[in-house]
């Protein structure tokens, strides 16, 4: 099965193969936004940051001997996985309480400023300047026609957070390079991980339990018996579809595609997010569409001609 599987994977072409993932991602994650009337953003987070952990240590295992090499060696070393893990949980956080307050759609197309800063900071040529002045504009159009509507205050919380989520993907990156340029960056990863989850629960896990056990007077389904059970696997398939099976994904594409063609591909995540969230009743104007298309310019501008993107 899972030869077969990887057989499928490596025959469909990559641009098929980004779109359905990104499908799997968001649809995923759509449904995980349903069930914020059961359980809070901020706790529901921790479940998918926890369960995502949990499936990275059982399937790559870095604490074994064969493995134990490839695990940071130096304070400086365990920093910059400790920064990355952080980086991770925290991008995360930020991009839950982002949708609870924004459109899906819009908050993947604002978070691309993270990459697109890294871009501009680390690159030489013209496209990182033209693409991040392209990706502003994109994010100032959608930031105005929200701020000025109905919803405005809920919109501007929103804001705040998936540029803090975004700055965060963009710190990830800049860690993610060292971590790839030693060892199994999976394994790594899945250690980065672990610190990031478990610095996240000192605040977090007391709370996430206790309205899992005791669910908040608001939810509906998760007041009935076994609602709790419901919750949790709920939370552990919107893990195991947002985030485990893309990473899986990720590691075929990157083996079959330069990191150029990936970041340039990446760029359809904004339009698929747009329109998985038009099949959950969120439907967005003619100047938020204008705003995330300029925002995937941006992205295409940026990495189309950078053999070493962000």
């Not at 956080?93 to 982002?98: L, N, Q, R, S, W």
């Amino acid at each position: 099965m899972k030869q077969a599987v990887a057989d499928v994977l490596n025959r469909l072409p990559i641009f098929v193969i980004i779109v359905c993932s990104g499908i799997m991602i968001y649809v995923a994650t759509s449904v995980a936004k349903i069930a914020f009337v059961q359980l809070d953003p901020i706790y529901a987070v921790w479940y998918r940051v926890g369960f995502m952990t949990l499936l990275l240590l059982a399937w790559r295992r870095p604490w074994t001997r064969d493995k134990r090499e490839n695990l940071p060696q130096t304070a400086r070393q365990w920093l910059i996985v400790s920064i990355a893990g952080l980086s991770i949980t925290a991008m995360n956080t930020a991009f839950y309480i982002a949708i609870s307050n924004m459109n899906i759609g819009i908050a993947v197309a604002i978070e691309f400023v993270g990459p697109l800063t890294v871009a501009v900071l680390t690159g030489r040529s013209w496209r990182e300047r033209v693409g991040i002045a392209i990706a502003a504009s994109g994010v100032v159009l959608l930031a105005g026609i929200s701020l000025q509507g109905p919803q405005g205050g809920s919109f501007l919380i929103g804001l705040i957070a998936i540029l803090c989520g975004g700055s965060m993907w963009g710190v990830y990156i800049v860690t993610g390079r060292r971590i790839a340029n030693r060892g199994n960056p999976v394994d790594t990863l899945s250690v980065a991980m672990t610190i990031g989850w478990l610095v996240q629960s000192v605040f977090l896990a007391a709370p996430a339990i206790s309205h899992v056990i005791h669910p908040k007077d608001t939810a509906t389904w998760a007041l009935a018996p076994g609602g709790s059970y419901a919750v949790l696997g709920l939370m552990f398939v919107v893990a195991l579809f947002a985030s485990f099976i893309p990473a899986l994904i990720d590691q075929v594409i990157m083996r079959r595609a330069s990191a150029a063609t990936f970041s340039v591909m990446q760029s359809v995540y904004p339009a698929t997010a747009v329109a998985v969230g038009l099949a959950f009743g969120e439907v967005p104007t003619p100047v938020e569409l204008l705003g995330v298309s300029l925002v995937i310019i941006a992205v295409i501008v940026t990495f189309s001609g950078d053999k070493h993107p962000a």
